[in-house]
C-alpha cells in the first residue's frame, strides 16, 4: 500500500563503469527495496554525451575527472519508479563520497558497491526536473534516438 502523502515518481538510476560487474547486486537491491525497473539499457557514452549529461557540472575542479570515468566503459542507464522515487533512490545511494557512506550510510549502495568521491558506483537524479530532462536524454519519448553508442565494447 502507498503511504500517505507519497506519491509515485520516476527517475534515473545509473549504474556507473565502475560498478558495472556488480550490476546483479544493485539490480536486486533496486527490486529488494520495492522499486521497480521499468526500462534498461547498456550504454557507452561518448565524451561529447558525457558532457551534455553533466553539462550542471562543468565548471566544477572534478569536471574533467567525472567525464573520464563516466566514458571509461559501458554504464546501465534505467527508468525507476517508486514511492517517492527521486528522494528515496538517492537515500538508497547514499552519500556521494563512498567513505562517507561507509561510515553515515553502511548499507547504502556507495558504500556496499563504491570505491571513491568519484568512482561511487551509481547517479540518482536529484529532482523531479532533472528526472525528466535525465530519462529524456538516455529514453527519448520521440524523434532523438538518445546516446548512440558507436564506441565498440571490449571483446577480450
Ligand atoms: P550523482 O549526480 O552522480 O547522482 O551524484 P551526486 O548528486 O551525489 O553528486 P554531484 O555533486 O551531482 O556530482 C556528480 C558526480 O561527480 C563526481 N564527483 N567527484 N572528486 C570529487 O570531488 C567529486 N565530486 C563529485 C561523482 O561521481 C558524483 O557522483
Ligand atoms: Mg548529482
Not at 526536473?129 to 527519448?140: G, I, K, Q, V
Request: charged residues 25%; aromatic residues 8%.
Amino acid at each position: 500500500a502507498r503511504k500517505v502523502g507519497s506519491r509515485k515518481e520516476k527517475t534515473l538510476a545509473l549504474i556507473k563503469p565502475d560498478a558495472v560487474p556488480k550490476m546483479g547486486s544493485i539490480i536486486e537491491a533496486i527490486i529488494v527495496s520495492g522499486f521497480t525497473i521499468t526500462k534498461a539499457k547498456m550504454v557507452l557514452l561518448s565524451r561529447a554525451e558525457a558532457m551534455d549529461f553533466y553539462s550542471e557540472h562543468q565548471s566544477k575542479s572534478f569536471f574533467h575527472d567525472l567525464i573520464t570515468f563516466m566514458t571509461s566503459g559501458p554504464i546501465v542507464a534505467m527508468e525507476v519508479i517508486g514511492d517517492d522515487a527521486v528522494s528515496s533512490w538517492r537515500k538508497l545511494l547514499g552519500p556521494t563520497n563512498c567513505s562517507v557512506a561507509r561510515s553515515e550510510s553502511p548499507e547504502s549502495i556507495r558504500a556496499r558497491f563504491g570505491t571513491d568521491g568519484t568512482k561511487n558506483a551509481a547517479h540518482g537524479s536529484d529532482s523531479i526536473t532533472s528526472a525528466a530532462r535525465e530519462l529524456e536524454f538516455f529514453f527519448p519519448s520521440s524523434g532523438g534516438r538518445g546516446p548512440k553508442n558507436t564506441a565498440k565494447f571490449s571483446q577480450s
